[in-house]
């Protein structure tokens, strides 16, 4: 089955520097992938979708020169926090779906990340 | 804007009983309603996809059900068995989904 693969599982960082998280769609190609946010017992909110060759598109409220978002190929997207703060400490998911217009989407198994 | 809400926030019951988890939504026009499965600092788990034509879907002990017009769903796990304990979303949507806030299930040996 379709698998989407993120990495790092886990990253403890400090203020002020900025994390990379990849997320690989690795058996199917990904024209688009979703970045979601996570905090404690609330549920997933969509931060921005991942366009191939082009600019993500941010939700409201999401500071694109803060989550910066690069799609250089169908298969991988990255999401970089830049000057992290200890208020971006969440769970990131990524998630991709397979080519298929009823085909579920698929989710990686998340960053947790905790800045100090 | 969609909402969708889940209920109740938290389940405990008994080994091998049957259980049933609510999905409610505000707009009735969805493309797709999935299900998903979170186990504790972990990603998600796609249990069922329902399109918006259907109005069910069944996975060995799971079934889920869709009622556009009333704005809800359901999953029906049957014969419940620890290995179920988890969260429960359900999330509305083509590409970019509405999520529920989950329903956290635990089943008691």
Known sequence: GAVVSQHPSRVICKSGTSVKIECRSLDFQATTMFWYRQFPKQSLMLMATSNEGSKATYEQGVEKDKFLINHASLTLSTLTVTSAHPEDSSFYICSARPPGANSPLHFGNGTRLTVT | KQEVTQIPAALSVPEGENLVLNCSFTDSAIYNLQWFRQDPGKGLTSLLLIQSSQREQTSGRLNA????????????????QPGDSATYLCAVGAQKLVFGQGTRLTINP
Request: charged share 20%; hydrophobic share 30%; glycine share 6%.
């Open chain 2, 65 to 80: 059900s869709l009622d556009k017009s009333s704005g809800r769903s359901t999953l029906y796990i049957a014969a419940s």
